[in-house]
Nanobody, 130 residues
Framework: QVQLVESGGGLVQDGDSLRLSCAVS????????MGWFRQAPGKEREFVAA????????YYAASVKGRFTISRDNAKNSVYLQMSGLKPEDTAVYYC???????????????????????WGLGTLVTVSA
């Protein structure tokens, strides 16, 4: 089994930046593609960003493209989400997830990615005040 633990959430103001981290343990980290998802109260969990096994490809939801950057450090078994220009609508619990996968993601894959991830962290709360 794979365990994931998110950290770095907090309360920030409109326009601020924040970096989320996800520490992964249990199995070979480099075998897994990684993703970030978020869920606001009363809303469905939504895809935010993803990265392939070796970090060669990254993917973003249109709502965060240009503001958020996903990265990974396989030597540290960690994945990160650098968030800039935060807006109140970014307020949500952010989840890290892992998928045992070697193929790149298509647009269709990304549209249903939350159903395909094999392991999930418990989330970290990001609150952006207006």
């Amino acid at each position: 089994q794979v365990q994931l633990v998110e950290s770095g959430g907090g309360l920030v103001q409109d326009g601020d930046s924040l970096r989320l981290s996800c520490a992964v343990s249990g199995r070979t980290f480099s075998n897994y593609a990684m993703g970030w998802f978020r869920q606001a109260p009363g809303k469905e969990r939504e895809f935010v960003a993803a990265i392939t096994r070796n970090g060669g490809s990254t993917y973003y939801a249109a709502s965060v493209k240009g503001r958020f950057t996903i990265s990974r450090d396989n030597a540290k078994n960690s994945v990160y989400l650098q968030m800039s220009g935060l807006k109140p609508e970014d307020t949500a619990v952010y989840y890290c997830a892992a998928e045992y996968r070697s193929l790149p993601y298509s647009d269709y894959d990304l549209s249903r990615l939350k159903y395909d991830m094999n392991y999930w962290g418990l989330g970290t709360l990001v609150t952006v005040s207006a």
